[in-house]
C-alpha cells in the first residue's frame, strides 16, 4: 500500500466521520438518529406517547416520582431506543425514580412491543433530562443581566 492511498483512505475515513457528526448532531434536538424517511421519527413519537402513558398510568413502583417523557432517541437500526426523562424534585429523587425506571425496563418493553405490534421492540435506556434545570438556569442568568444594566 503505498502512501498516496493510504492518505486517500484517511481522508475517506474523515469525511465518513464529518458525516456521522452530522447525523449525531441530531440527537440534541430531539429527532431520531437517522436520516433516511420518516419511519424513526414517527417510532419515536409513538414510543415517547406510550412510555408517558404507561408511566403516568400502569407503573405502581414507589420510587418513581413525577416523570415527564422529554424525548425518544433511536438508533440507525432501530434496535436501541434512549429515553430522555424529565423528574421533579433533588438529585437522590432524581436518581430513585431514574433506579424505578430501569428496573420496569422489561416490563416497559414488553408493553411497548403489545401496543404498537412491533416485530422487534427496541431495547430501553432511560437516562435522566436535565434540559429543564439547565433552561431555568439560564433564564435566571438572563433576569440577573437584565437588572444589572
Request: charged letters at 30%; proline letters at 1%.
Given at each position: 500500500?503505498?502512501?498516496?492511498?493510504?492518505?486517500?483512505?484517511?481522508?475517506?475515513?474523515?469525511?465518513?466521520?464529518?458525516?456521522?457528526?452530522?447525523?449525531?448532531?441530531?440527537?440534541?434536538?430531539?429527532?431520531?438518529?437517522?436520516?433516511?424517511?420518516h419511519r424513526a421519527e414517527r417510532?419515536?413519537?409513538?414510543?415517547?406517547?406510550?412510555?408517558?402513558?404507561?408511566?403516568?398510568?400502569?407503573?405502581?413502583?414507589?420510587?418513581?416520582?413525577?416523570?415527564?417523557?422529554?424525548?425518544?432517541?433511536?438508533?440507525?437500526?432501530?434496535?436501541?431506543?434512549?429515553?430522555?426523562?424529565?423528574?421533579?424534585?433533588?438529585?437522590?429523587?432524581?436518581?430513585?425514580?431514574?433506579?424505578?425506571?430501569?428496573?420496569?425496563?422489561?416490563?416497559?418493553?414488553?408493553?411497548?412491543?403489545?401496543?404498537?405490534?412491533?416485530?422487534?421492540?427496541?431495547?430501553?435506556?432511560?437516562?435522566?433530562?436535565?434540559?429543564?434545570?439547565?433552561?431555568?438556569?439560564?433564564?435566571?442568568?438572563?433576569?440577573?443581566?437584565?437588572?444589572?444594566?
Open positions: 500500500m503505498t502512501v498516496e492511498s493510504q492518505k486517500e483512505g484517511i481522508l475517506g475515513l474523515l469525511t465518513i466521520d464529518a458525516r456521522l457528526l452530522t447525523v449525531n448532531s441530531r440527537l440534541s434536538t430531539g429527532v431520531a438518529m437517522t436520516v433516511h424517511g417510532l419515536a413519537d409513538r414510543i415517547r406517547a406510550e412510555v408517558a402513558e404507561i408511566i403516568s398510568g400502569e407503573l405502581k413502583d414507589p420510587r418513581i416520582g413525577f416523570a415527564t417523557v422529554t424525548k425518544v432517541d433511536l438508533s440507525l437500526d432501530l434496535h436501541q431506543a434512549r429515553i430522555s426523562v424529565s423528574v421533579l424534585g433533588d438529585a437522590a429523587e432524581q436518581q430513585k425514580s431514574l433506579q424505578g425506571l430501569v428496573s420496569a425496563r422489561g416490563y416497559v418493553r414488553h408493553e411497548l412491543g403489545v401496543r404498537l405490534g412491533l416485530r422487534r421492540t427496541p431495547e430501553l435506556a432511560f437516562v435522566l433530562d436535565h434540559a429543564a434545570e439547565e433552561n431555568a438556569r439560564v433564564e435566571e442568568l438572563l433576569e440577573k443581566l437584565k437588572k444589572e444594566s
